[in-house]
Every structure is written in structure tokens, then in C-alpha cells.
């Protein structure tokens, strides 16, 4: 995907090959150093976004990525075939070769640790058995580490895969030697289970154990963290499947239907009562309500006529339309929007995994230290053996099986407790962010309020009942298929039961209905439509109507018999839980930010009912990601709550997206953290634990090093056993595991 902008042309890159975030700054600093060349690489959605004038070519891009040692091509972003059964095949296939070769080292790993760890087990060449289960599993199972490694090397950079080959090489390394040239290949050879600190040459020692359990530990690790890490095109795929697949279309005044991607600008097509609308257009026939809640976020329909503007994707909620397109394709709202998912998207900073952090540290002193090791036996006259004895148990004992495993338990645990009180956690990639959030700005409709319109209070004339109203109101407007009256009819029949079926039906466009209900001629809508029969509102009802209104919500009006009777009040109702989640979030130390594209008076009114005191209304879908990056920009660490479309690319660009599990897809996969309930309490839950579980994945890491640090110095002295070297490694693993458990104790604030 190239486009032009003020001279410079912008293309993204998919890129290939990176395992750990110092590979995405080791890419972008190759690119940028390109003359005119200003690049972004993004570690966690594998792209690259670059900027780039003169002379240069996206070929050049491409070659000077490939001379770096990874791969790079334009992606073609298409909706995908067949549905979201495609996108799962797809997703399982992306893991096929990492899973591969999962189960070989598990399956051929297990009797190899067996065997080392159990005397009793140690059949007379037990050793070669060993040999030949173990050989796999280093040479076929742990290449992503060894080919990763290579990369690294040819770079002067040093990560955990440098960590991971340098060990399981060495262990399998000596191990061949101590077979093929030492002792450990005569027969009955056995590795007593002794935990003792004994100076040795080394020669009737193997450690197999140690290469083939590290590898499927890691891999492990490795295959869990990939199966949660986020899918860059999801939300952009989510989007897409929203449009219409194909359209009704005029053509010599007959209806054809044709797939969506064959209508062009200017044709005209028809949108009956439930459809999607097709396309962004102009509306030439009929009126109706259409339902934009899922695109716009505005709660209350909107009515339109010839001449209005209707956006594609929403919902034709009422009568027969005929549209004539007027954008299509790439120029229409949901593809702008799509577009503004994917920058933000690529412009989130990339998240740094704490393992290579570390890694980036540990691994330099390690080799600096088996070197260090290696000359001084040598300078001190041991022998080269003895030397080597030494210098290769450092590697050995510096590889920690259990710095695989330190993310991805905890986010296992973690994920799999959060999903039981309804919270979703993406990837280890949205932990980091949830202890530096200070602002949370909350999308109003279908996250603060229940996002559909709901009847609140009826207000009657002197000497009117109010179930009487309910009744011939209710059964009215149970005929229509409007929102607003569908809200009613559903609150009278919550509170009535059963209700009559009206007679003589009729919808009045744009003002509301009338029919006979009981014998009754009533009429339902705006005060417009009682002014046309001659019926005014009592001075009670005017009031009542000002009060609603105010208060931004929608005043309806009845009548029946020729005299004005009610006034039913109608909007999107406060969820009875968001009062208390603000609460919870404030005590967290966030501070609440209200935004919606309602009208002021409807945002301060729910503000108030909640306890938010900064609002931010009115503003256009495609603007709330810029709402957020102004918050960025003064310094804020910004989450964001929502449940709309709309909200996907705001979702994206916040630092912490957390998504409604009751809104769309689109939102849901643009975000970082999915709250199942739809209950705004879970948000701060959701907080809570990320953190917890990111504390969990923090002090993991700190024991994965400290039981393997320990022993360097016993490595280092040449007093380093078989026993010591697994235990060191197997009560490492133990330790994190349990530490991870213990994520099973949280609980939902009270």
C-alpha cells in the first residue's frame, strides 16, 4: 500500500523474520540511515511504515531489509475469503511449524530428562539413547534459536535466542565430546542423583537433559505467547466483514442485485426496512430512521429524507430507501476509519519484551565471564580440558528453561482468571501499559449507558393514569419498527404484560404515528403531530417536555380522544454500574474523561449522573483517535473504553484499549483488553489484574536469572555436576510455575 503526501511518498512493509524487539530498532535504524528515508518499525504487528524521496525506490527499501536478514514485502490488505472460519484456518496455520515442532521436543525431550533425572532408569548405554532422542530436538526443534542467533551474531547484537543456542549448543556440544572422546560413552555409565559440589574433568559427564529440556520449555513458552500475541489485521478484517457483501440496484427501473464491489459512484440502489445501506450516499426516495449507533455512536436514530446523507454500514431501522451512491470502495467512511485503525495501529510504540531486556544484559556478562573462565584455568596451568569443563558449564547453567516460561505462565494464569470474571487479555505486549495509564477516556453509548434507547418516566396530564398510557401508547407503537417506539412498547410490555393490537395503523414520516387502539384514536410522536389535529400540552406536560429535553433526552408526546394526555421520556440509559466503576477507576488513580458524539447537553447530563467531570461531546467518529493523541501529547498515558466502531481507532491509538465484548468486532480486536459483561466495573478489574499479572511476569523473570546466577560461580570454579545443572534448571521452572499460580487468587473488587 504506497501513497503520496507532501512530496514524500509513504509505503508499509510487512516484515519477516524478527523475533524480539531489538530486531524491529536494528531494521529501522538500517532504513533510516537510507538518505532521504524517515522509517517506523513496529515489533509487535510485524510492519514497517516508511516515508521516503528522491532517488529511492520501494525496492531499495525492501533489498536494504533483506541485507539485514529479514524479509519484507508490500501486503496486500483484502477482506477475507469464506469468513471468520478462513481467518481461524488462517491463524492456525500461521502456528502450524512453531506447534510442529513443540510436540517433537516435548514428545522427545520427556524420557531424555527422564532418564538423567532417575538412576533407577539408567539401563546399561542409557547414554545413547539419550543421544539419539536428544539430537532432534537440538539440531530440529531449537533452529528458530540457532538461525536467530546467527542473525543476531552477524549484527554485534545479543538476545535471548543468543542465550537459548549458546547454552543447548554447549550442553549438546560437550555431551557429544564426553560420549565420542571422554568417558561418558562407556557402558553402564550412570549419573548418581546426588546434589554435591564435586571438582571434575568433565569426561564422563552429559548433559543432554539440560539441551533437549531447555528447547521444549522455550518453545513452549515461545508457542503460548504466539497463540495470545495480537493479529495486526484483525480489526482492519472486522471491519470489512461490517459492509454489505452485495446491493440492490436500479437499473431501467428493475432491482438487480450485484456484489458490493461492482457498484460505482452515481448508481442508484434500494435499501429495504433491516438492510445495511450498501455505501455512502445520497437518499433520492422515501424516509425511514436509520440506525448509525454501530458507526457514529449517537444513541438516538436518525431520521432522513430525500436530499439527506446516509453513511454505509449503518441500518435501514424503517422504511424503503433508494440511495444513489456517492463514495465507494477506498473514498467511504468505513474504509477512512479502517485506514485510521491501521495507522494508529502502526504508530503504538513498539513494546519491549522484558526477556530480551534482560537478555540484552545478561547474555554480554555471561560470555564475558565463560571467557574470563576459559583463561583463567588455562593461565593458572589446569589443563585445556578442565579449561573447557569449566567454560561450558557457565553456558549451560546460564540458560535458563525457565526464562521461557516466566511471560507466558503468568499470562496463561492471568488470561485464564480473567476470562472466568469476564476480562480478555490480549498479549504480554498490553500489560506494560496498564501501570503507567493515569487517564481513562470512556465512549458513552454502550459503555457508561446501555446503548439502546429505553423508556424512562411517563409524565401525565391531572386526572390521567399512567398504566393507561402505557397501554394505548404501547400497543401503537409495538406496530412500528422505529427505535424510539420500540422502546416503549418494550417498556410498557415490561410493566403491563400483554397489550392490544391496534387498528387502522398508520406512520406518519418524521412525526410519529396514529391508529385505533380500543376504540381510542390515539396518536404518538412529536408535539408537532398534535398541533396539526389542533391539540396543545397542558402547561404540566410543557414543562415536563422542557425538563426532558434539557436533560438531552427525546420527549414524546401523546394523545388520544382529541386531547393531549402525556409526555413519555425516552433515552439511552445510564447502566445502574457505571457510577460505581468511575469510583473504582478513580481509586486506581485514573482520572475519567467522558466522549461521545451526542450533543453537549446529553454528555453533561450523563457526566453528572456518574461523577465525570471532563466531557468532550460532539465529536465526529474519525476525530476521536485524534481526541486521544491530543491527551498523549500533553504528556498523558491514555486508556480508552469502547464498544463502537467508531471507537476502533481510538482503541488502536490509546496506550491501553479496552474493548466492550457486547459491542463490534471491530472494537473488540482493535483493542488491548476485552470486558466480556459489558460492565464497566470489569474495566477496573481488568486494570487490577494486568498489573498484578505483569508484577507476576516481573518477578519471574528476577528468579529465572537469580536460582541460575547462584550457580554461576560453582561453574565458574569447575565444581558444577549433571545434578546441579538440572536441578538448578527443574527448580527454577517449579518456582515460576507456582509463582504464576498464584494469579488464581484474584479476585473482583468487593
Known amino acids: ?97 512453531l506447534r510442529q515442532r513443540l510436540i517433537t521436543a516435548v514428545v522427545l525431550a520427556v524420557p531424555v530428562v527422564a532418564l538423567a533425572m532417575i538412576p533407577a532408569l539408567q539401563f546399561t548405554n542409557w547414554q545413547w539413547l539419550s543421544l539419539t532422542l536428544a539430537s532432534p530436538v537440538v539440531v530440529y526443534a531449537a533452529w528458530p534459536f540457532h538461525k536467530a542467533a546467527w542473525t543476531n551474531l552477524r549484527h554485534g547484537a545479543a538476545t535471548m535466542d543468543t542465550l537459548i543456542s549458546l547454552g543447548t549448543g554447549a550442553a549438546f556440544a560437550w555431551s557429544l565430546w564426553a560420549l565420542f572422546f571422554g568417558d561418558a560413552g562407556t557402558p553402564g555409565m550412570t549419573h548418581p542423583f546426588e546434589l554435591t559440589i564435586s571438582r571434575s574433568d568433565g569426561a564422563g559427564n552429559i548433559y543432554l537433559e539440560v539441551a533437549s529440556g531447555v528447547t521444549a520449555a522455550i518453545l513452549a513458552g515461545r508457542y503460548f505467547e504466539a497463540r495470545s500475541k495480537r493479529r495486526a489485521g484483525a480489526a482492519l478484517r472486522a471491519l470489512l466483514e461490517l459492509g454489505a457483501k452485495d446491493v440492490t440496484v436500479l437499473r431501467d427501473g428493475r432491482e438487480v442485485r450485484i456484489p458490493i464491489g461492482e457498484l460505482a459512484v452515481g448508481n442508484a440502489f434500494v435499501v429495504r426496512p433491516g438492510e445495511k445501506i450498501a455505501t455512502d450516499g445520497v437518499v433520492e426516495e422515501g424516509s425511514s430512521a436509520v440506525d448509525a449507533s454501530m458507526v457514529t455512536g ?51 510504540a513498539a513494546v519491549q519484551r522484558l526477556a530480551d531486556r534482560v537478555s540484552a544484559v545478561f547474555v ?63 498479549g504480554p ?138 409526555v413519555l421520556e425516552v433515552a439511552d440509559a445510564v447502566k445502574p454500574t457505571s457510577a460505581e466503576a468511575i469510583r473504582r477507576l478513580r481509586d486506581l488513580g485514573l482520572t475519567p474523561v467522558l466522549l461521545t458524539g451526542d450533543n453537549e447537553a446529553v454528555a453533561q447530563a450523563v457526566a453528572a449522573e456518574v461523577g465525570i467531570d471532563q466531557v468532550i461531546a460532539e465529536v465526529m467518529p474519525e476525530d476521536k483517535a485524534d481526541v486521544v493523541k491530543k491527551l498523549q501529547a500533553k504528556g498523558r498515558s491514555v486508556a480508552m473504553v469502547g464498544d463502537g466502531v467508531n471507537d476502533a481507532a481510538a482503541l488502536a491509538q490509546a496506550d491501553l484499549g479496552l474493548a466492550m465484548g457486547t459491542g463490534t468486532d471491530a472494537a473488540i480486536e482493535a483493542g488491548d483488553l476485552t470486558l466480556v459483561r459489558g460492565d464497566l466495573r470489569v474495566a477496573a478489574d481488568a486494570i487490577r489484574l ?11 523473570l528476577f528468579w529465572a536469572f537469580g536460582y541460575n546466577v547462584a550457580a554461576l560461580p560453582l561453574a565458574a570454579a569447575g565444581m558444577l555436576n549433571p545434578m546441579i545443572a538440572g536441578a538448578a534448571m527443574a527448580f527454577s521452572s517449579v518456582f515460576v510455575v507456582g509463582n504464576s499460580l498464584r494469579l488464581r487468587r484474584f479476585r473482583a473488587a468487593a
Not at 573462565?373 to 585445556?384: K, R, V
Not at 401525565?460 to 406496530?479: F, I, M, N, S, T
Not at 410543557?542 to 429535553?549: L, N, P
Request: with cysteine.
Open 1 to 97: 500500500m504506497t501513497t503520496a503526501t507532501g512530496g514524500a511518498t509513504e509505503v508499509e512493509l510487512a516484515i519477516g523474520g524478527m523475533t524480539c524487539a531489538s530486531c524491529a530498532a536494528r531494521i529501522e535504524k538500517k532504513l533510516n540511515r537510507m538518505d532521504g528515508v524517515e522509517a517506523t518499525v513496529n515489533y509487535a504487528t510485524e510492519k514497517a511504515k516508511v516515508a521516503f524521496s528522491g532517488e529511492v525506490a520501494v525496492a531499495d527499501l525492501i533489498q536494504a531489509v533483506e541485507k539485514t536478514g529479514y524479509t519484507a514485502a508490500v501486503p496486500v490488505v483484502e477482506p477475507p475469503h469464506g469468513g471468520p472460519e478462513a481467518a481461524a484456518s488462517e491463524a492456525v496455520d500461521e502456528l502450524a511449524p
Open 690 to 700: 494486568s498489573r498484578r499479572t505483569l508484577a507476576t511476569i516481573k518477578g519471574n
Open 298 to 348: 449517537e444513541s438516538v436514530p436518525v431520521e432522513v429524507a430525500p436530499g439527506d446523507a446516509v453513511t454505509g454500514a449503518t441500518v435501514n431501522a424503517g422504511g424503503r430507501l433508494v440511495v444513489r451512491a456517492t463514495r465507494v470502495g477506498a473514498d467511504t467512511q468505513l474504509a477512512r476509519m479502517a485506514k485510521l485503525v491501521e495507522e494508529a495501529q502502526n504508530g503504538k
Open 364 to 426: 554480554p556478562v555471561v560470555i564475558a565471564l565463560a571467557l574470563g573462565t576459559l583463561g583463567f584455568w588455562l593461565g593458572n596451568g589446569s589443563g585445556l580440558t578442565a579449561a573447557f569443563t569449566a567454560t561450558v558449564a557457565v553456558l549451560i547453567i546460564a540458560c535458563p528453561c525457565a526464562l521461557g516460561l516466566a511471560t507466558p505462565t503468568a499470562l496463561l494464569v492471568g488470561t485464564g482468571r480473567g476470562a472466568q470474571l469476564g476480562i480478555l487479555i490480549k
Open 429 to 566: 505486549e498490553v500489560l506494560e501499559s496498564t501501570h503507567k495509564v493515569d487517564t481513562i477516556v470512556l465512549d458513552k453509548t454502550g459503555t457508561v449507558t446501555t446503548g439502546k434507547m429505553t423508556l424512562l418516566d411517563v409524565h401525565v396530564a391531572d386526572g390521567q393514569e399512567k398504566d393507561e398510557v402505557l397501554r394505548l401508547a404501547g400497543a401503537l407503537e409495538h406496530a412500528s419498527e422505529h427505535p424510539i417506539a420500540q422502546a416503549v412498547a418494550t417498556g410498557a410490555a415490561e410493566r403491563l404484560g400483554a397489550l392490544p393490537v391496534p387498528e387502522d395503523f398508520a406512520n406518519i414520516p418524521g412525526l410519529g404515528v396514529q391508529g385505533l387502539v380500543d376504540g381510542h384514536a390515539v396518536l404518538v410522536g412529536r408535539e408537532k403531530l398534535l398541533t396539526d389535529w389542533a391539540m396543545a400540552l397542558p402547561s404540566n406536560l410543557v414543562a415536563a417536555k422542557a425538563e426532558a429535553e434539557a436533560k438531552g433526552r427525546t420527549a414524546i408526546a401523546v394523545a388520544w380522544d382529541g386531547e393531549a394526555r402525556a
